[in-house]
């Protein structure tokens, strides 16, 4: 069974930093490209970051030079460094296999960016 838990999301100046975790199970890790997406009400989910199995990365254009989305394949864990963050990355952040999800999802992370 697929199980996604993400954490490290929280309230954070504009301008700040915070680094996401996505721990994993169910699943062989090593053989599938992961990513994080992102949602916030009323919109769309929007992919952000990928990683393929091999470790190479892509970004969206509206996240690409902050943030940094890495791998552990022995804590079968993906992380989401989030720099310069912006009001506009205000959202629920998401892991899931990429680009499209496991039919299973985690209950994600809330990223809050606000003065």
């Known amino acids: 069974q697929v199980q996604l838990v993400e954490s490290g999301g929280a309230l954070v100046q504009p301008g700040g930093s915070l680094r996401l975790s996505c721990a994993t199970s169910?699943?062989?890790?090593?053989?599938?490209?992961m990513g994080w997406s992102r949602q916030d009400p009323g919109k769309q989910r929007e992919l952000v970051a990928t990683i393929d199995a091999a470790g190479r990365t892509s970004y969206a254009s509206s996240v690409k030079g902050r943030f940094t989305i890495s791998r552990d394949y022995g804590k079968k864990s993906v992380y989401l460094q989030m720099n310069s963050l912006k009001p506009e990355d205000t959202a629920v952040y998401y892991c899931?296999?990429?680009?499209?999800?496991?039919?299973?999802w985690g209950q994600g992370t809330q990223v809050t960016v606000s003065v």
């Open positions: 169910g699943f062989t890790f090593n053989i599938y490209n």
């Open positions: 899931n296999k990429a680009p499209s999800g496991f039919d299973s």
